[in-house]
């Protein structure tokens, strides 16, 4: 009631006053903990992460009370936020911050280092205090023509259609080329469509199909009724049960809104899944990989990863926007059917025609528990920003074979339970990796690899990962700057078998085995 909410607002205030001495110096780190541990309030946090990331090691106090908001969206646009404004500060430090005057700290190291021979360019790199001191004039000349706005869910959904004149129907899955990929055997010899076989009882599922004009799916529910198909959505006021894969074809649009329903759920036992080859927007809308025999998400781990779950997937010519949204439990150990994909193809397709790359806009959204947060497989130009990605299993961002130009800004990144938390890998050009924090992975904070070239890394933050902070291997032409990485498991900055690597203005310190 009242009262609690004032008790609230009087420990926000002394919490607010201990962050204020701490700047002056007047009280150890130990206090102003003791003091963030007492908030209780959503808001207080959301108000209070800005003002800790001016302090040193702000950005880890801050991500760390961040996550404990239990409000979901609020913790994701309070990490939005807090991002912007961390990359602000790491592109314009102020001058007593530690990270700058990094002349003055090697020498003061190389007069008291016990090898004199010692050049101050290996103390740095020994010490973890810079990395390359370059044309300073030069270098802030290249970063100021960064970005340092990007796209919004608010874009998103002022681009989003209304429905208009849909054309809904079902076929067979073996009567598309988009779908009958799926009838390939995967490495435990079973399909991606065995599920919706087994469910429906045809060695050929039925699979609902979005022929042209644009849909909700809940519209794409009610045109079923009255058909054989009818069975395969079921639709209520809380919820759309989607319960076969569905195919949006080219040219044709649908459309997941809260204005429709508030969620979607994919039937696992189903065998329930989405192909785009069209056009797909989820706005606003929570989309679920549902077990109905238990009545929750499907969660996977590890030792589960081979198990099928829905998943979502745009082929060649398609675009798909994710703004303002909830992606649950989906995604499995199967190529094309990760979580969230995008991909080249399919090749039946591509053989006989060419092909525009897939793309989209992934903004302002919460990805937990997917195979892989995002895939991507020769796609072009998609955007990443603004997203919540935890509890991942195997990789949370992955940018994957001969992608172009994304741009993966404003994430915040964590808990991904196998490997990294934003990968570019295998001939990933063109990238803009801007102002992420990445932090409590089980691989690397960010990794490049794989002849990857011409992608800028710049004033992202990455911290308290199992291995290094950002791995460069294989991967020459890149550049590093105004990036913090921290009290990573292995290395600051670990790069292998690349050549003209760009590194400097960042802030490594505190990680277990080198700085670089």
């Known amino acids: 009631g009242i009262r609690k909410r004032a008790e609230q607002l009087i420990i926000a205030a002394d919490v607010?006053?201990?962050?204020?001495?701490?700047?002056?110096?007047?009280?150890?780190?130990?206090?102003?903990?003791?003091?963030?541990?007492?908030?209780?309030?959503?808001?207080?946090?959301?108000?209070?992460?800005?003002?800790?990331?001016?302090?040193?090691?702000?950005?880890?106090?801050?991500?760390?009370?961040?996550?404990?908001?239990?409000?979901?969206?609020?913790?994701?646009?309070?990490?939005?936020?807090?991002?912007?404004?961390?990359?602000?500060?790491?592109?314009?430090?102020?001058?007593?911050?530690?990270?700058?005057?990094?002349?003055?700290?090697?020498?003061?190291?190389?007069?008291?280092?016990?090898?004199?021979?010692?050049?101050?360019?290996?103390?740095?790199?020994?010490?973890?205090?810079?990395?390359?001191?370059?044309?300073?004039?030069?270098?802030t000349s290249a970063v100021e023509q960064l970005p340092r706005s990007f796209v919004t869910a608010a874009d998103v959904r002022a681009g989003t259609p209304w429905p208009s004149e849909p054309v809904v129907g079902s076929t067979f899955a073996n009567h598309t080329p988009y779908i009958a990929k799926f009838f390939e055997d995967d490495e435990q010899g079973g399909t991606r469509l065995e599920q919706a076989s087994r469910h429906q009882g045809l060695s050929s599922p039925r699979v609902i199909v979005v022929q042209s004009g644009s849909a909700t799916l809940g519209m794409v529910a009610r045109q079923l009724q009255g058909t054989d198909a009818r069975d395969l959505i079921g639709y209520s006021a809380g919820a759309v049960t989607v319960r076969a894969p569905i195919f949006v074809a080219p040219g044709a649009t649908l459309?997941?809104?809260?204005?429709?329903?508030?969620?979607?759920?994919?039937?696992?036992?189903?065998?329930?899944?989405?192909?785009?080859?069209?056009?797909?927007?989820?706005?606003?809308?929570?989309?679920?990989?549902?077990?109905?025999?238990?009545g929750r998400p499907l969660w996977a781990n590890a030792d589960s990863s081979t198990k099928f779950r829905p998943f979502l997937l745009t082929w060649g010519d398609g675009r798909m926007n994710v703004a303002s949204s909830k992606l649950v439990a989906l995604g499995y150990d199967n190529a094309k059917s990760f979580g969230l994909s995008y991909s080249s193809g399919p090749e039946q397709v591509s053989e006989l025609r060419d092909q525009a790359r897939p793309t989209g806009v992934v903004v302002d959204s919460i990805f937990q528990n997917l195979h892989f947060g995002f895939h991507s497989y020769e796609a072009e130009r998609i955007q990443v920003v603004g997203n919540e990605l935890r509890d991942n299993v195997v990789y949370a961002l992955d940018a994957h074979d001969r992608t172009k130009d994304t741009i993966i800004a404003l994430n915040t990144v964590y808990g991904t339970q196998q490997r990294h938390g934003i990968t570019i890998s295998r001939e990933v050009d063109g990238g803009l990796v801007i102002g992420n924090m990445t932090f409590d992975n089980a691989g690397s904070g960010i990794v490049i690899d794989r002849n990857s070239t011409n992608n800028v890394i710049n004033a992202n933050i990455s911290f308290r990962n199992d291995q290094d902070g950002v791995t460069v291997f294989e991967s020459s032409c890149n550049v590093l700057t105004n990036n913090y990485l921290a009290s990573n498991r292995r290395d600051g900055l670990k790069v292998r078998n690349s050549i003209d690597v760009g590194a400097y203005s960042n802030r490594i310190e505190s990680n277990a085995n080198a700085g670089v």
């Open 16 to 139: 607010r006053d201990l962050v204020a001495k701490r700047k002056r110096g007047e009280i150890p780190d130990v206090l102003l903990l003791r003091g963030i541990k007492k908030l209780e309030a959503d808001e207080d946090k959301a108000e209070l992460a800005p003002e800790l990331i001016t302090l040193p090691e702000g950005s880890i106090r801050a991500a760390d009370m961040i996550r404990t908001i239990q409000d979901e969206r609020l913790r994701a646009a309070t990490f939005r936020r807090v991002a912007e404004l961390q990359a602000d500060l790491l592109r314009n430090p102020s001058e007593g911050e530690l990270g700058t005057g990094v002349a003055q700290d090697v020498q003061t190291v190389a007069s008291v280092s016990e090898e004199p021979e010692e050049t101050a360019q290996e103390i740095q790199t020994r010490r973890g205090l810079a990395l390359i001191l370059g044309d300073a004039e030069n270098a």
């Open 255 to 294: 459309i997941l809104s809260r204005h429709d329903s508030p969620v979607y759920r994919l039937s696992a036992n189903a065998g329930a899944f989405i192909v785009n080859a069209g056009n797909v927007h989820i706005v606003d809308a929570e989309v679920v990989g549902y077990d109905e025999t238990s």
